[in-house]
């Protein structure tokens, strides 16, 4: 399903009118300016997700692209950036889907893709984990790999609580950049 207006203006979370800050992102420091998804992590979305990431179909990073174009404007940004995979899990996967996704929105909409983030330690998967335990487990788990332009949109595959595209992004704010924009093919709605 995809999501739609009224949406929270800071993280996208859909709700009855629109607000600047919902309870979900009311009374955090979020280092990115806005997030949007294009659809909602429901039960269809979450098989397509798990065939892309756990089952090999790379090819499902061109459809999740074409949705997100379909659904989001173009980021008046000067480049995408990616959530960095685990190596260890890209190993597994034998892929790393957020920079797959990064690379089709930037032929898309035009825009170049840079590694603008690094992994400085690796973290326990984040499913399973309440809101508090996302943070900590993400927090400090990014640094930046280089210097960033000053808009940057971050892309990630799934936005479930925000924490690991909140990490990311604090990354992208030391490496120079002043607005960070968020992207997701999918949102978690609670």
């Given at each position: ?68 174009v ?77 210097a ?38 999918a949102?978690?709605?609670?």
């Open positions: 399903m995809r999501l739609a207006p009224p949406l929270c203006d800071r993280c996208g979370s859909p709700g009855a009118w629109p607000i600047r800050r919902c309870a979900e992102c009311r009374g955090r420091r979020l280092s990115f300016a806005s997030a949007r998804a294009a659809i909602v992590y429901d039960k269809t979305a979450r098989k397509l997700v798990s065939a892309w990431k756990e089952r090999g179909q790379r090819h499902l990073a061109r459809l999740a692209a074409a949705i997100i379909e659904s989001l404007a173009r980021p008046p940004v000067a480049a995408l950036a990616f959530v960095p995979a685990d190596r260890d899990r890209s190993l597994e996967r034998g892929h790393r889907p957020a920079e797959s996704l990064a690379r089709e929105l930037g032929r898309a909409w035009e825009l170049p893709v840079e590694p603008l983030v690094r992994r400085v330690r690796t973290v326990r998967p984040q499913r399973g984990l309440g809101l508090k335990e996302r943070r900590g487990n993400v927090a400090g788990a990014f640094a930046p790999a280089r960033s332009p000053g808009l940057v949109c971050l892309v990630d595959d799934v936005y479930t609580s925000g924490a690991t595209v909140a990490a990311a992004a604090s990354a992208l704010r030391k490496g120079g950049a002043r607005t960070v924009e968020v992207v997701t093919f949102r978690a709605v609670r």
